[in-house]
């Protein structure tokens, strides 16, 4: 049975995993922080985080300041002396007297090879870049973004069929267990600390919906990977006529590298965005090099569909192109 007394700081799905498995291991939580209740949906019905319900349905105290620096939230810290607090995806950046609170500091569980990805989004990142690789590593929290020193890292494959939203849920699992393993080596005194190479450091923003759409001049691998960034959400979309239309599920047809035309002359290619052909399993596209087969899409306000039942229903014919004018989410 460990001695550890930890407080927890996490707030969406990524973190619940973690605080679970600190409760399997025997570890005390002495509290649990989480962002303040907000309402969420479209009838903007105020609601829990995910780690605060995690939190009641164990019975732990839940604190939810709107900002850690405020006098309230440093003195609810100080009085439950924890030694060690793990942040998971909290929300918030830690402020120098919450870093400095722990004696044996405050520990980070982050979802990249750091110092790769650091940021809001790192998993989103991982996959539209391409990369078939990514992994968790667990750090010593520092006053910068994901900057402090390494304790350990994991890694885990991307797999062709892996999506922000399936890839998120291995690496809340693996970040869970790597969490364990970290909190065992700092409590054995054997923990590592290894500085991060700041030369190698890339960043991945919080995702907006805007960062979703699809440039149909970009590359068939290239958009294979965005639509599978952007899954499950906001959704990879384009504009087809008057009408937002979510895309959430292609596949490339070729490795074409040969740039497609802009109809500009007598015998000139396809257009990027435009509807080349028909499919019992979608329609596709011409892309800025190669073609995507487009098998399912969303249009507003409606259910997914197939791409066949989009085209039956919305009146999507070849040499159509998607793309158009930018229309208000």
Same mark, same amino acid.
């Given at each position: ?10 707030? !969406? &799905?990524?973190?619940?995993?973690? /605080?679970?498995?600190?409760? $399997? ?6 509290? %649990?922080? =989480? ?124 797999? !062709? &069929?892996?999506?922000?939203?399936? /890839?998120?849920?291995?690496? $809340? ?6 969490? %364990?393993? =970290? ?147």
């Amino acid at each position: 049975m460990s001695t550890l007394r930890i407080v927890f700081m996490g707030t !969406p &799905e990524f973190s619940v995993p973690s /605080l679970q498995a600190l409760v $399997a291991a025997g570890y005390e939580v002495a509290g %649990v922080f =989480t962002q303040p209740d907000r309402p969420r949906g479209r009838g903007y019905k105020v609601t829990y985080s995910p780690v605060k319900e995690a939190a009641l349905a164990a019975g732990m105290p839940v604190y939810q300041p709107r900002r850690l620096r405020e006098p309230e939230a440093l003195a609810a810290l100080r009085a439950l002396q924890p030694d060690v607090i793990v942040v998971v995806a909290f929300g918030q950046l830690l402020p120098k007297a919450v870093l400095e609170l722990p004696p044996l500091g405050c520990v980070n569980v982050h979802a990249s090879l750091l110092p790769k990805y650091r940021g809001a989004a790192p998993i989103q990142a991982a996959i539209a870049a391409g990369e078939t690789v990514t992994g968790v590593t667990t750090m010593y929290m520092d006053e910068g973004l994901d900057t402090g020193d390494i304790i350990l890292q994991r890694a885990v494959p991307i797999e !062709p &069929e892996d999506d922000a939203g399936t /890839l998120h849920d291995k690496l $809340a699992r693996v970040g869970a267990e790597l969490l %364990v393993e =970290t909190l065992r080596r700092i409590e054995a005194g054997d923990a590592p600390r290894i500085p991060q190479d700041h030369t190698q450091a890339t960043y991945a923003p919080k995702v907006e919906r805007e960062h979703a759409r699809i440039d149909w001049h970009r590359g068939t691998k290239e958009l294979f990977n965005h639509v599978r960034a952007y899954r499950p959400w906001p959704g990879a979309y384009t504009v087809h006529g008057e009408r937002i239309l979510k895309v959430l599920d292609v596949a490339p047809l070729n490795d074409d590298s040969t740039p497609a035309g802009e109809r500009e002359g007598e015998g000139a290619g396809p257009a990027p965005g435009e509807v080349l052909a028909v499919t019992a399993d979608g329609f596709v596209v011409q892309t800025g090099a190669g073609r995507l087969l487009v098998r399912q899409v969303q249009p507003p306000n409606k259910q997914p569909m197939s791409g066949r039942d989009y085209v039956n229903g919305y009146r999507l014919s070849v040499g159509d192109r998607l793309g158009g004018e930018e229309l208000p989410l």
